[in-house]
């Protein structure tokens, strides 16, 4: 985040600058291989506004979540990718979904 605060950031989805007062989020660096066609999205800075709508964003997000489910297989801590690009420990998340189905 220290490059969206500093206002050296440009959003990955539309290329223009992040003020560090815009909403915006930094993606996690889950992807390896740089011939993955969503690795430039990895390990990038967005405005949330773009990441909401980008047309790759259920894609991604599926994408983070099966690796996630793998590495806390593998015994690593389980997170998980929210709609809007957040990520949070998968406990905490399917607590909040169970308190909003009661
Ligand atoms: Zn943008």
Redesign the pocket.
Known sequence: MERIRAGRAY??????A?RPDDD?LLTPDFLAADTDHLWRFADAA??R???LVWDRRKEFVARYNRLARRWAALGGSPTRMTSEGDVVASAVAERDESATRQ
Request: aromatic letters at 8%.
């Open positions: 959003c990955a989805l539309c290329g223009t992040i915006a967005m405005h506004a773009c990441f």
